[in-house]
Nanobody, 123 residues
Framework: QVQLVESGGGLVQAGGSLRLSCAAS????????MGWFHQAPGKEREFVAA????????YYADSVKGRFAISRDNAKNTVYLQMNSLKPEDTAVYYC????????????????WGKGTLVTVSS
């Protein structure tokens, strides 16, 4: 059974930074692309960023390009999301996900999900 556990969320002022982590169980972490999604209150879950198996390729939603950076450490079974220049509209629960296939921005294509970590950005 795959388990994904997010951490690092919290309350931050606009313009600040946070680093999210997602620890994955299992010995085959490096075989799968990983992604981050977020869900704001009353809205659907949306793609934020994703990273290929090796970490060589990264993908971002237009709304976070230049501000967020996704990375992974396959030796630690962990994927990260560095969030800089945070805005109040970034407030959401952030979820880590794993996919057995190529990266897509569609939430329905991802196989396993963590329970999420809340990020609140105050103005």
């Amino acid at each position: 059974q795959v388990q994904l556990v997010e951490s690092g969320g919290g309350l931050v002022q606009a313009g600040g930074s946070l680093r999210l982590s997602c620890a994955a169980s299992g010995r085959t972490f490096s075989n799968y692309p990983m992604g981050w999604f977020h869900q704001a209150p009353g809205k659907e879950r949306e793609f934020v960023a994703a990273i290929s198996r090796s970490g060589r390729n990264t993908y971002y939603a237009d709304s976070v390009k230049g501000r967020f950076a996704i990375s992974r450490d396959n030796a630690k079974n962990t994927v990260y999301l560095q969030m800089n220049s945070l805005k109040p509209e970034d407030t959401a629960v952030y979820y880590c996900a794993r996919r057995a296939g190529s990266v897509t921005p569609h939430t329905s294509d991802w196989d396993y999900w963590g329970k999420g970590t809340l990020v609140t950005v105050s103005s």
